[in-house]
Nanobody, 127 residues
């Protein structure tokens, strides 16, 4: 059974940091591009960051560029999102997602292209 399980969310003061993790099971993790999306109440699910299956190619939304870092450890079947300098507008439920790819450089930035999703983890930033 394929599972993506996010963890690391919580309540943090503005300017603080959190590291999210997404542990994958039931799949050959190194063959999947991974992505973090987030969804705030009343808003669409927006891209946060994406990473290719090799880990060498990444992409970020403009709103988090320079503050967030996506990384992966294929030996641990885990993708991470290091979030620094958090702002109130970063408050959302954060989801990881996976997409099988034969291209080691591929990463997708469109939610509908991903077919495996975690349950989400809440991040709340207060000022």
């Amino acid at each position: 059974q394929v599972q993506l399980v996010e963890s690391g969310g919580g309540l943090v003061q503005a300017g603080g940091s959190l590291r999210l993790s997404c542990a994958a099971s039931g799949l050959t993790f190194s063959r999947y591009a991974m992505v973090w999306f987030r969804q705030a109440p009343g808003r669409e699910r927006d891209l946060v960051a994406a990473i290719s299956r090799s880990g060498l190619n990444t992409a970020y939304s403009d709103s988090v560029k320079g503050r967030f870092t996506i990384s992966r450890d294929n030996a641990k079947n885990t993708v991470y999102l290091q979030m620094n300098s958090l702002k109130a507008e970063d408050t959302a439920v954060y989801y990881c997602a996976a997409k099988f790819s034969t291209d080691s450089t591929y990463y997708g930035v469109v939610a509908r292209n991903y077919d495996l999703w975690g349950q989400g983890t809440q991040v709340t930033v207060y000022s």
